[in-house]
């Protein structure tokens, strides 16, 4: 300081000119650091051969193949249980058993109902016979004066009221019949017996409980008739209901088996629509082995249905497809995601002497991973680029770690 004070005006200017300089080759240095030129590395993957299959995604609901629901047609209170859950029964198994007294009462009331009938019916007829008799005689009898043709109308009137008397007490049986039938298939139906072989996955009475059958059938028993055949009920959106067809191969999981896909098809595409708040969807039945006994009916299943596929062709990453050099404006690019309809016209980059080249294709399928190749320069093996990025370091500053023209 005591130098700076001493110097004289024309050496402080020449310290400060000196001081300057240094100054400005220190930011002009600082600036060539910030923007020169960072080689750019391109990532690259290559042309394989194998499977490019587009599918489509659904959620559904694990259910046997055939369920059948088990009610009860006559009202009363359950008196004895036979079947409970997982139960595997026969066909005609009795499973459950109404309060059968009040239904015997009417059927002992039908049976005398129809004994009273049948009796009615032979005192009639034995009517009818003594009516007949009586007929011929007094006919008999009017030809040689003794009576009255008065007396013989009145016989002959006498034996058509017997004959319609019988076909009455006759008609009068055959209803009496009915009604002790009808009363015996109610009595019948106390017995809950199950319909098909199967194993019963619902139960919903217990003993002492009241079924009422006024209005309509109750549902005691849920019977699935064979659990080692399973079938997903999807729900595919109205936007893609078009792609799915029967036979389409399909795979699925259920949050009980994580990590672990089944293998199914497509057996039905049902008509009728499921508007759930303005949203359309479609049922696919999607049929899988359960062998093993793994799905439980009511599972939830992630379902993903094949729509279409092709197998051992020439493949090239969708990232390749949208790769776009940094030193090319926006868009100059093939067209991303070709390839779901007809062959479509587009382009990746290859590496040639350092530089990338653009190198046109025809795509065909897309699965959104890896495209089908149906025509161009490329072959199995070649690499294309999927991507670029610029090491970091202090003179960079800042480094693009990795872009993809998407």
Not at 248 to 256: G, K
Not at 274 to 299: C, E
Request: proline share 4%.
């Amino acid at each position: 300081m005591s130098r700076w004070k001493t110097a004289s005006p024309q050496r402080r200017l020449a310290w400060v000119g000196a001081l300057a300089g240094v100054l400005l080759a220190a930011l002009a240095v600082a600036w060539w650091a910030g923007h020169r030129s960072v080689p750019v590395q391109y990532l690259r993957a290559p042309v394989t051969r194998g499977l490019v299959a587009r599918s489509i995604s659904a959620t559904g609901t694990v259910n046997p193949v055939l369920t059948v629901i088990v009610g009860s047609y006559v009202s009363g209170v359950i008196q004895a249980q036979y079947c409970d859950f997982n139960t595997r029964v026969r066909k005609g198994q009795l499973c459950a058993r109404i309060d059968p007294r009040p239904y015997q009462t009417v059927v002992d009331q039908n049976t005398a109902q129809l004994g009273v009938a049948r009796a009615q019916l032979q005192k009639d007829l034995a009517n009818l016979q003594y009516a007949r008799i009586n007929e011929a005689r007094q006919a008999g009898l009017v030809g040689r004066g003794v009576v009255s043709q008065d007396v013989v109308d009145a016989a002959r009137n006498a034996l058509s009221q017997a004959s319609a008397q019988v076909l009455l007490d006759q008609a009068t049986v055959r209803e009496r019949e009915a009604s002790l039938e009808a009363a015996r298939v109610n009595l019948g139906y106390t017995d809950i017996v199950s319909p098909v072989d199967g194993t019963v996955v619902s139960r919903n009475v217990t003993i002492g409980q009241t079924v009422a059958a006024s209005f309509q059938t109750p549902t005691l028993f849920l019977i699935a008739t064979d659990l080692t055949r399973m079938q997903v009920d999807a729900n595919v959106s109205e936007s893609d209901i078009g792609s799915v067809h029967t036979g389409d191969a399909a795979r699925f999981s259920v949050e009980a088996w994580p990590g672990r896909v089944f293998d199914a098809r497509v057996v039905q595409v049902r008509q009728a629509p499921q508007a759930v708040q303005n949203v359309i969807t479609y049922d696919v039945v999607v049929a899988v082995d359960n062998s093993q006994l793994l799905l439980k009916p009511g599972m939830t299943a992630t379902v993903s249905i094949v729509t279409a596929q092709r197998d051992g062709v020439l493949r090239v990453p969708d990232q390749a497809l949208r790769f776009q050099p940094s030193d090319m404006p926006q868009g100059a690019a093939g067209a991303a995601g070709a390839g779901r309809g007809a062959a479509a016209q587009a382009r990746v980059w290859v590496l040639r002497d350092g530089r990338p080249v653009a190198v046109p294709v025809r795509i065909g399928l897309d699965d959104d991973t890896h495209a089908e190749l149906l025509g161009g320069a490329l072959a199995q093996g070649d690499e294309v680029i999927v991507g670029e990025q610029r090491p970091s370091g202090a003179a960079a500053r800042a480094a693009t770690p990795m872009r993809f023209g998407l």
